[in-house]
């Protein structure tokens, strides 16, 4: 009898643990938001991601030299918005510095999940975590060259959360351009955080912006919503706002934040917006823009601003006109490149208030630009990824 019972202890014992084995869930931490590159200089890069669980993170660094990655120890770069404290959470954001320019190196996203964290006392950890991203190795970055003769870029605009339409655009754009620029209005409404990764950021990185550069313009729509403040923590914009400049050699990018298209006041923005001062002291930075060394020196000088300048349209358009153009016409730019209207428009010199062309690409639709110190090549994509229109502007005229 006493055998039997002793039995029947380690049975039920054994049957316990055994069930409890099977609830212990074994968690892996991984990447959810493939990692996208933000401003890129000549000498530095920021590569952002997101995990499917709070983790802690860093970046290694290899030179592009054949050696294997684990030839020695590589630098690490970790995420310093924590100001010393390795930040614990699932977006991760490491700038990479002290970069050779016109360089290409290799990048490895690295990565613990932080099963818990007990104050001063202990951090559980998963087991790291390093990815290769593309390719099963790792990840290629090249640094800005001092000085281009020529450059390829692309520009879509308006997705308002077409995932699908996005990953056809831009289905074989690995490698193909020196950058990458989304002219707003990506999302329709920021909900969720979340949504900037799943409607685009995602598929950025998986198709192209792990390795180009990737520059994103704020549109109307990413106003809206209750989480539209978070759309910036996954950005790293050259100067830390949503208007900003960035320079390819002799080739210079103005990028304007041209706010929400009705007034503060209207009802629909429900008492939230403080756009017309931001706006207005957006504009006092363009004024010193144009009065810096690198817009003077500058031989093409291109602005991107989701909504188009039009002095009797939408008040978003007249705020651009009021604000901006005066500021632009004094200055001198090549062309203007605008979005919101969801088609194509062409607003020739002397039809508007702009002394410079401005152009519209339309919705959902790729716009590819092929620029040299002459010239500027657009080739307009349908929907069905097939050019329908080319256009051709003279630039350069600042030499
Ligand atoms: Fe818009």
């Excluded at 919503?225 to 400049?245: E, I, R, S, V």
Aim: glycine content about 6%.
């Amino acid at each position: 009898m006493k055998r039997f019972l002793l039995l029947l202890f380690l049975l039920t014992g054994w049957a316990v643990s055994a069930q409890e084995n099977q609830n212990i869930e074994i968690q892996h931490v991984r990447y959810k938001c493939y990692p996208y590159l933000q401003h890129v200089t000549e000498t530095s890069f920021t590569v952002i991601w997101t995990t499917n669980m709070d983790a802690v993170s860093w970046v290694e660094i290899a030179p592009d030299d054949g050696t294997h990655f684990y030839n020695e120890v590589r630098p690490k770069y970790y995420d310093l918005r924590g100001l010393g404290r390795r930040p614990i959470g699932r977006l991760h954001k490491v700038r990479v510095t002290g970069l050779e320019p016109g360089t290409t190196y290799r990048y490895r996203i690295m990565m613990q999940g932080v099963l818990n964290a007990d104050n001063r006392k202990s951090i559980v950890y998963t087991e790291g975590y390093g990815m290769d991203i593309l390719h099963h190795k790792p990840t290629k970055v090249t640094t800005l060259k001092k000085d281009y003769d020529h450059l390829k870029f692309a520009v879509v605009n308006d997705m308002h959360e077409h995932d699908s339409v996005l990953r056809a655009d831009f289905k074989d754009a690995r490698g193909k351009y020196d950058f990458v620029l989304f002219n707003g209005d990506m999302t329709s409404s920021i909900d969720k955080e979340e949504d900037v990764v799943t409607n685009y950021l995602s598929s950025a990185g998986e198709l192209f912006a792990a390795e180009t550069p990737l520059y994103i313009v704020r549109g109307n729509h990413e106003f809206r919503g209750n989480d539209a403040l978070k759309w910036y923590d996954y950005m790293d914009n050259p100067g830390g706002k949503t208007f900003y400049t960035f320079k390819y050699g002799k080739f210079f990018f103005i990028v304007l934040d041209s706010g929400e298209d009705k007034p503060d006041s209207d009802i629909r923005n429900l008492g939230i917006m403080a756009v017309e001062p931001y706006v207005r002291e957006e504009a006092e930075w363009l004024k010193e823009v144009v009065r810096s060394e690198d817009f003077l020196n500058a031989e093409t000088r291109i602005v991107f601003s989701h909504i188009p300048p039009e002095p009797n349209g939408w008040h978003g358009n007249r705020m651009v006109s009021e604000l901006f153009v005066p500021i632009l016409n004094e200055a001198g730019i090549d062309l203007m490149l605008c979005a919101h209207i969801h088609k194509h428009r062409v607003d020739p010199i002397g039809t508007t208030d702009a002394r410079f062309p401005v152009v519209c690409n339309r919705n959902q639709t790729l716009l590819e630009c092929d620029l040299d110190a002459k010239r500027l090549k657009m080739d307009f994509y349908d929907e069905n990824q097939k050019i329908w229109k080319a256009l051709t502007y003279k630039v350069g005229s600042f030499k």
